[in-house]
């Protein structure tokens, strides 16, 4: 009899003492009760926490071998410390990132991995309704249409890592050297025959959410100039335009006063804001240009993605496939 496929859960958590057990039990309680046959593996990536999380996990992987942990040695952000989760992943499938506090309901897993044994390498959620305020809604809808119609690759919009993709993406994605993996936008890149799910993507119910506004936007950037050169065309074209107007009101200037005739005005007002609006304009280009000049800066430098201090369960042995109670 052939062994039964497994399937890979990420999750990525920091400072969730309270959510990493209802997390576990929930898809357990899945496995146990819609996919009987087939066996799992749930992979936590710890990103140092500071609470009570790492003992909780250490307990969760005592009971259950299927529990499998890595402890970083500091907090790297939730984009490596997943990355590196979903490159130690053995299953034939692999869900990249089922946040620990349930926002993305693994009760959608059943239906995505039906759908993966259709035949569709990636099947990414698609958030369809978001129970959040309306301003941060409106300025993630934004941001991923922004994304969207600017990559160099069609990334879906409203999709986050909640995707499960077949094991070839899983080794595909082990061969991107990224110093900062834009997740969704690797596997985008990566190609293969994908469907979308939508669902509604859920409040959070207990503790707070670690992102705050500074990295939300760095999150963005990263997402940004990972797959486009927008930003930077976006600049040329305002410094072109700029330049072109400048040329024109000269060339005015100088007609006028050979043509016309008449005292030139002081212009000291002309003169100030002319000043400010180039300084703003070129300190915004700037800023534009030394997004892509650190990214290069940090991509070139070879630093580990994670530094781990440890890992528990991934040597024990397959365990039995999960069956309903």
Same mark, same amino acid.
């Given at each position: 009899? *052939?062994?039964? %496929?497994?399937?890979?859960?990420?999750?990525?958590?920091?400072?969730?003492?309270?959510?990493?057990?209802?997390?576990?039990?929930?898809?357990?309680?899945?496995?146990?009760?819609?996919?009987?046959?087939?066996?799992?593996?749930h992979?936590? !990536?710890?990103?140092?926490?500071?609470?009570?999380?790492?003992?909780?996990? @250490?307990?969760?992987?005592?009971?259950?071998?299927?529990? %499998?942990v890595?402890?970083?040695?500091?907090?790297?952000?939730?984009?490596?410390?997943?990355?590196?989760?979903?490159?130690?992943?053995?299953?034939?499938?692999?869900?990249?990132?089922?946040?620990?506090?349930? $926002?993305d309901? *693994?009760?959608?897993?059943?239906?995505?991995? @039906?759908?993966?044994?259709?035949g569709?390498?990636?099947?990414?959620?698609?958030? &369809?309704? /978001?129970?959040?305020?309306? =301003?941060?809604?409106?300025?993630?809808?934004?941001?991923?249409?922004?994304?969207s &119609?600017?990559?160099?690759?069609?990334?879906?919009?409203?999709?986050?890592?909640?995707?499960?993709?077949?094991?070839?993406?899983?080794?595909?994605?082990?061969? !991107?050297?990224?110093?900062?993996?834009?997740?969704?936008?690797?596997?985008?890149?990566?190609?293969?025959?994908?469907?979308?799910?939508?669902?509604?993507? /859920?409040?959070? &119910? @207990?503790?707070?959410? %670690?992102?705050?506004?500074?990295?939300?936007?760095? $999150?963005?950037?990263?997402? =940004?100039?990972?797959?486009?050169?927008?930003?930077?065309?976006?600049?040329?074209?305002?410094?072109?335009?700029?330049?072109?107007?400048?040329?024109?009101?000269?060339?005015?200037?100088?007609?006028?006063?050979?043509?016309?005739?008449?005292?030139?005005?002081?212009?000291?007002?002309?003169?100030?804001?002319?000043?400010?609006?180039?300084?703003?304009? $070129?300190?915004?280009?700037?800023?534009?240009?030394?997004?892509?000049?650190?990214?290069?800066?940090?991509?070139?430098? %070879?630093? *580990?993605?994670?530094?781990?201090?440890?890992?528990?369960?991934?040597?024990?042995? *397959?365990?039995?496939?999960a069956?309903?109670?």
């Amino acid at each position: 009899m *052939p062994a039964p %496929k497994v399937i890979s859960v990420v999750t990525p958590c920091y400072n969730e003492q309270d959510n990493v057990g209802p997390c576990h039990e929930a898809v357990r309680a899945v496995f146990a009760r819609e996919l009987p046959g087939y066996d799992y593996e749930h992979v936590f !990536c710890d990103n140092a926490s500071t609470d009570a999380t790492p003992g909780v996990l @250490r307990e969760l992987a005592a009971r259950d071998p299927r529990v %499998k942990v890595i402890l970083n040695a500091r907090n790297v952000g939730p984009f490596r410390s997943a990355f590196n989760a979903i490159l130690a992943t053995r299953g034939d499938a692999c869900l990249l990132m089922l946040a620990a506090d349930l $926002q993305d309901p *693994p009760e959608l897993l059943p239906q995505m991995v @039906r759908l993966w044994a259709e035949g569709n390498e990636v099947v990414f959620g698609v958030r &369809k309704v /978001r129970e959040e305020g309306g =301003l941060m809604r409106l300025t993630r809808r934004l941001y991923y249409w922004t994304v969207s &119609k600017f990559a160099d690759i069609s990334i879906p919009q409203n999709t986050g890592e909640f995707q499960l993709v077949d094991r070839r993406v899983v080794e595909a994605l082990r061969r !991107c050297d990224d110093y900062y993996p834009y997740i969704r936008g690797l596997v985008a890149n990566c190609g293969f025959r994908r469907t979308g799910v939508e669902y509604t993507w /859920r409040a959070r &119910k @207990r503790g707070f959410s %670690k992102n705050r506004l500074y990295h939300l936007i760095d $999150q963005g950037l990263n997402g =940004l100039i990972s797959f486009t050169n927008v930003p930077m065309r976006v600049c040329m074209a305002t410094g072109f335009t700029v330049a072109g107007l400048s040329l024109l009101y000269a060339a005015f200037t100088v007609a006028y006063h050979l043509f016309v005739g008449g005292t030139a005005p002081p212009g000291i007002p002309t003169l100030i804001t002319a000043l400010f609006l180039f300084s703003g304009i $070129q300190l915004f280009f700037f800023g534009v240009l030394g997004e892509y000049v650190s990214a290069i800066h940090a991509q070139v430098r %070879k630093r *580990p993605l994670v530094v781990e201090r440890e890992r528990i369960n991934f040597d024990a042995e *397959p365990a039995a496939p999960a069956r309903a109670a």
